[in-house]
């Protein structure tokens, strides 16, 4: 079954407007050499939103992470998940042939439903992967409505 969402333009151009300012602060950022107050710039954990008729499911990638380098807060209908990979060897830089994976500090989030019940949100870290489960509110989770058939 569907659930059916009011659709607010604005919501849209908002994040739009939020995506073109991160993009170009780090393209920025990084073409000046300047870091941008977020850490490395490249890191930023990979997340899947999607939806049941009971909750909302954020899955976000956070190999390498410890879960108490998490910290999860949602406010004003904002969920922000941030964290910390820390660097974890201590070998000189000149001695690597290859360095590819980022670390440092990230936060990302994502703007929730009104109908999620912010006090009934579980998470789950398991095998690098950050589970989290978002019930919707009773009034939000879809009803089946019976039509009274009468005589013509």
Known sequence: ??????????????VLHNQMNRLFEDA??????????????NWVPLADIYENDNDLIVRAELPGVDPEMVDLRVENNVLTIRGERPFEQKVEQENYHRLERSYGTFSRSFTLPATIDADK????????????????????????????????
């Open 1 to 14: 079954m569907m659930t059916l969402v009011r659709w607010n333009p604005i919501r849209d151009f908002s």
């Open 28 to 41: 920025m950022g990084t073409w000046l050499g300047e870091s941008n107050g977020r850490g490395n710039t």
């Open 121 to 152: 949100i579980r998470a789950e870290y398991r095998d690098g992967i950050l589970n989290l489960t978002l019930p919707k509110s009773e009034k939000a989770k879809p009803k089946r409505i019976q039509i009274a058939a009468t005589a013509a």
